[in-house]
C-alpha cells in the first residue's frame, strides 16, 4: 500500500469517525428536545387548566355576602390537611368595596383579604389550595407570594406564603 492510499484511507476512516459522532450528537440533541418539547406541552396544558379555574371561579358571582368567620374556614382547612391552626399567621380584610356605581344594575361588590401562612412546602400548599378550593367556593386565590423561610427551624423548601382571596357577591341591602 501506498503512502497516498493510506493517507486517504486514514482520512476515510477519521471523516466517517466524525460522521459518526455528528450522528450520535444529533440523536442525543434530538431526544433532548422532545423531552423539552414535551415538557413545554405539559407547562401549556397546565396553564390553561390554571386560566379555566382561574376564570371560572372569579367570575362566579354570589348572592350574598362570603361567610364571616375566615379564621375558622382557614383553621379548618389546616387541620383538614394535617397543620396546626397557628400555620395562618394572619387573616387580614383588606377592602369591600362596589364593582359598579350604576342604580339600575345590581349592585356587585368585591370583598379582598389575605392569609398568611407561615412554613409551609408547595406541596402542602398544593392540598391548602385544593381543600380551599373545595370548601370555600366564595373565596378565590387572586395572587399568591412565596418568601422563603429563613427561621433555622423550618425545612429548606418551606416558604412564608401570602394568599390574596377575593369574593364577588351582589348586595342586597336596601340603598341609604
Request: charged share 20%; hydrophobic share 40%.
Amino acid at each position: 500500500m501506498t503512502r497516498s492510499t493510506q493517507l486517504i484511507i486514514t482520512l476515510f476512516f477519521a471523516s466517517f469517525s466524525l460522521l459518526i459522532i455528528q450522528f450520535v450528537r444529533s440523536t442525543k440533541s434530538a431526544s433532548q428536545l422532545i423531552a423539552v418539547q414535551n415538557q413545554l406541552n405539559s407547562v401549556q396544558i397546565d396553564v390553561q387548566e390554571l386560566h379555566r379555574l382561574s376564570s371560572q371561579s372569579a367570575n362566579h358571582i354570589y348572592g350574598s355576602p362570603p361567610d364571616a368567620d375566615v379564621q375558622a374556614a382557614v383553621a379548618d382547612v389546616l387541620e383538614w390537611i394535617g397543620l396546626p391552626a397557628n400555620t395562618a399567621v394572619s387573616i387580614r380584610r383588606e377592602s369591600d368595596r362596589q364593582l359598579n356605581h350604576d342604580p339600575t344594575q345590581s349592585r356587585i361588590r368585591i370583598r379582598e383579604m389575605s392569609i398568611e401562612l407561615r412554613s409551609i412546602s408547595p406541596p402542602v400548599l398544593g392540598e391548602f389550595l385544593k381543600r380551599w378550593r373545595d370548601q370555600e367556593p366564595a373565596w378565590t386565590v387572586h395572587a399568591i407570594s412565596l418568601r422563603k423561610s429563613t427561621s433555622r427551624a423550618s425545612k429548606a423548601n418551606e416558604y412564608h406564603v401570602n394568599l390574596t382571596c377575593i369574593a364577588r357577591y351582589t348586595d342586597t341591602r336596601p340603598d341609604p
